[in-house]
């Protein structure tokens, strides 16, 4: 049985509440899963003399990191289509795979591959969108991970599902097998403005009132897509929304990477959440999330990596890289989101836009013990003068050495801890067996335009 205490001492605690508080020599007691005290390491000591201490004398320990937005299963697809306009990647090479290869099987698999890498590089919980949810949920109860998951709505049939209907009562089937499992959690997740019409999103938003659950979406990836809408509706996609009661505090906005005249003060007013891509907004040529206006004007930013297909990692670490050298570069101006502030938005921000605030993203007593050690004595990371701007500037995956979800090590020295772990390379090596051999011989334009991610 693993052991219900130990002491985590670290050469800094990084609790990241107050803001820009680094604790040097401190010790993090774990009892029962759950943060119990927090000290300096001889008090630890003198205090708690027979508890079993796991010492990291190089090592900055901060709370589990928190990926906003994620379609986990597509990790099958990494790589396929790169260097495409995104029309093209999606409409020759994801929609039509999709149409394929996706079942519980896929997403079971690709989950466990995405679920591995994430807790090797840091992530002890993540917000998720893609079909087949219980497969995704089976994955992430196996490995002990927290979970956000969203019950998927289209107006277009899948595999999944072939009418709006048919979308909810799945999900919410889903959701009522498994809602007392206390690591998952769920939102409704209308794919976007443009593949949910306006009578599913009243019914989403009545579904989210009734059942408080927050609202996942994808709004404004594009300008060519918001202009798109605005021929089409007379209104910007998130004057839409707001005109159909979904722009509230439970709304997470993921991309937003353009705005029109008098957007940023909808979502300033309705206090909603925008979740920021950076990577694949880059690697798809999507635009510019405008982070340090949202921060400004008192909008709610989180961080999250997308999918695998198209950043192509589930790498937070380089994600809080990107994003503030990102926001520097836009405003011309590198006081603009600190390396404090992304740490923050990766963490307790994102927590917060999911509403597990009270339990996770950040080292607090009573919260529970979701813990990362980042070794900063290597040599990309010596000397260190300050530990949070070593992390996010300097520090990578290969960094995190320890990774613990409610006092229990998943991640031991750089190495996984997981039964799925030793047969995950031959599975995935069959699926892309499979997939490329099915790549010449799929018609793209026989693929529904239902699943854009």
Request: contains cysteine; charged residues 20%; glycine residues 8%.
């Amino acid at each position: 049985m693993p052991p219900t205490e130990c002491l985590i001492e670290a050469r800094w605690i990084i609790p990241v509440v107050p803001d820009g508080l680094v604790l040097e020599h401190h010790a993090l007691l774990v009892r029962g899963g759950r943060i119990h005290d927090l000290l300096p390491i001889p008090d630890a000591h003198a205090r708690y003399a027979n508890v079993e201490r796991i010492e990291l004398a190089n090592h900055a320990l901060i709370p589990g990191l928190v990926n906003a937005h994620t379609h986990a299963a597509m990790t099958l697809f990494r790589g396929l289509g790169a260097d495409q306009p995104l029309e093209r990647w999606l409409k020759d090479y994801i929609w039509p795979l999709e149409e394929a290869f996706v079942d519980h099987d896929f997403v079971r698999d690709g989950s466990q591959l995405a679920i591995a890498e994430m807790l090797l590089s840091g992530t002890t919980c993540f917000n998720d969108m893609y079909f087949y949810p219980d497969a995704t949920i089976e994955a992430a109860i196996e490995a002990g991970i927290r979970l956000v998951t969203g019950l998927v709505v289209l107006d277009f049939p899948t595999r999944f599902a072939q009418s709006t209907q048919e979308y909810f009562h799945k999900g919410f089937a889903i959701r009522d097998r498994y809602r007392h499992q206390k690591r998952i959690h769920f939102t409704l997740a209308p794919h976007a403005p443009y593949t949910a019409g306006e009578s599913t999103l009243l019914q989403v938003a009545r579904f989210a009132d009734e059942l408080d659950l927050r609202v996942h979406i994808h709004v404004h990836e594009t300008k060519q897509e918001v202009l798109n809408f605005i021929e089409q509706h007379g209104c910007s996609p998130i004057q839409h929304l707001e005109r159909l009661g979904l722009l509230t505090a439970g709304l997470l906005a993921v991309h937003v990477t353009t705005l029109e005249p008098g957007d940023l003060e909808r979502l300033s007013q309705a206090q909603c959440w925008v979740i920021h891509c950076p990577e694949s907004n880059l690697k798809l040529g999507s635009g510019f999330c405008p982070v340090a206006d949202l921060l400004q004007a008192g909008v709610g930013v989180a961080l999250g990596t997308d999918g695998a297909a198209s950043n192509d990692d589930l790498d937070m670490l380089g994600e809080m890289r990107s994003a503030a050298f990102l926001a520097k570069g836009l405003t011309r101006d590198p006081s603009r989101l600190t390396a404090r502030e992304v740490l923050n938005m990766a963490t307790l921000a994102s927590a917060r836009a999911l509403g597990l605030d009270n339990e996770i993203g950040s080292l607090e007593r009573g919260k529970a013990a979701d813990c990362v050690a980042i070794d900063l004595a290597t040599p990309a990371t010596m000397p260190c003068y300050d530990p949070v701007t070593q992390i996010v500037y300097s520090a990578g995956r290969q960094n995190v050495s320890h990774v613990w979800i409610e006092g229990l090590l998943k991640v031991q020295n750089g190495r996984l801890l997981s039964a799925a772990a030793p047969g995950m390379a031959d599975t995935v090596n069959d699926w892309r067996d499979r997939i490329a051999s099915q790549l010449g011989a799929l018609s793209p334009s026989a693929a529904p335009q239902a699943s854009r991610h």
